[in-house]
């Protein structure tokens, strides 16, 4: 799989998606680091990349603002830690086909998850 990495998802998150074999875009350390939320995405969809943040605000936005995209997953956790960020995205890899993801936005909260589907 193709996956973004938003600013606010930790490098431990990057180096374990990469070792397991998916194409990561992390702009941290480029010069488009610190862009805007909505460049950022637009970068995510000319990527043709999911997009991983815990940037709540996209759960909400993106299905009104986008006809069609590559897929969104937002976390959202009462202690946003790195483990506990990465725990999220090996539970959502094992879990989630991530194969035909195409205009769907995943929560994933501390107990449950939500799928919003075009």
Not at 33 to 59: H, L, P, S, V, Y
Request: aromatic share 12%.
């Amino acid at each position: 799989m193709n996956f973004f990495i938003d600013e606010n998802i930790p490098k431990i998150c990057t180096d374990f998606l990469l070792s397991k074999g998916h194409s990561v875009i992390d702009i941290r350390g480029t010069n488009y680091e610190g862009t805007r939320d909505g460049a950022i995405f637009k970068m995510a969809q000319n990527e043709k990349a999911i997009f991983i943040t815990t940037d709540k605000d996209f759960f909400h936005k993106i299905p009104h603002l986008y006809e069609f995209h590559f897929g969104v997953v937002v976390i959202n956790l009462r202690q946003p830690n790195r483990r506990n960020i990465l725990s999220k995205i090996e539970w959502a890899l094992l879990n989630i086909e991530f194969g035909s993801f195409e205009s769907k936005v995943l929560l994933l909260r501390d107990s449950n998850y939500i799928i919003l589907k075009k």
